[in-house]
């Protein structure tokens, strides 16, 4: 099956066994190795995560097309996940994707450190790496621009009112530091953290600023770019 999108990037359908179920999933066009990269690798691996279970609340910020949500909903099944992903290409297949699951919820923003309206960089064929940063991917005919919505991510987590969150994960291709800083104290209420970074100075400055939480697992997808792992060591 192919989808084409209002933002040019094509869609194809994958099934994946995981665990008792089978997937059938829609993904970018070449970017199958994504779902190897959740549900094989396990880049996220909520399965080694311990005390996490029951009515667990996960955030999913940066969630393409839903594969660390679904993921998340198989792992520890009576989780609640928040998801927030801008680009609307991606949500179409988001939505197909997480139909056939309850308690995940769409929200259809950017998170940042400001409300307001902004330039996604939306790379056609590599989605995973679509930015509001500029010059994050080079420019060329797969760079499509598209204007979307901004919330503050700390208004964003006030909104929904949690007393607590599991699991927070961030993928946002360059934001990460900015919703850091805008969730501030409220990172208190965060058990568990996965935060892609993409420069060995962002990954320094993510450091910095959880200095109070426990680094467990660095995954290290190039000399640059990788996954930290931290814990919340007063939880």
Do not use: C, W
Not at 45 to 63: E, R, Y
Not at 95 to 121: C, K, M, R, W
């Amino acid at each position: 099956m192919h989808i084409q999108t209002a933002s040019s990037a094509s869609f194809v359908q994958v099934n994946h066994r995981y665990k008792s179920e089978v997937l059938r999933l829609t993904v970018p066009k070449g970017e199958s190795f994504l779902v190897g990269d959740i549900f094989l690798r396990e880049e996220y691996p909520l399965t080694k995560l311990k005390g996490v279970f029951g009515h667990a609340v996960v955030l999913d910020i940066g969630a393409n097309v839903g594969l660390f949500a679904i993921y998340a909903r198989l792992n520890i099944p009576n989780s609640t996940v928040h998801s927030f992903e801008p680009s609307g290409a991606l949500r179409k297949a988001f939505e197909i994707n997480t139909a056939p699951f309850t308690n995940i919820h769409l929200h259809p923003v950017a998170l940042s450190d400001h409300d307001g309206e902004q330039t996604l960089y939306f790379n056609t064929n590599k989605t995973g790496q679509s930015s509001l940063k500029p010059g994050q991917e080079p420019a060329g005919p797969a760079l499509v621009n598209e204007t979307v919505r901004v919330r503050d991510a700390g208004k964003a987590l006030d909104d929904l009112r949690l007393e607590s969150v599991d699991i927070l994960k961030v993928d946002t291709e360059g934001s990460e530091i900015e919703i850091l800083k805008s969730l501030g104290s409220r990172l208190d209420r965060v058990k568990h953290l996965y935060l892609e970074y993409h420069s060995q100075a962002d990954r320094e400055e993510i450091h910095e600023l959880l200095s109070e939480f426990i680094l467990l697992e660095h995954f290290e997808r190039g000399e640059t770019v990788g996954i930290l792992k931290y814990m919340n060591s007063r939880l």
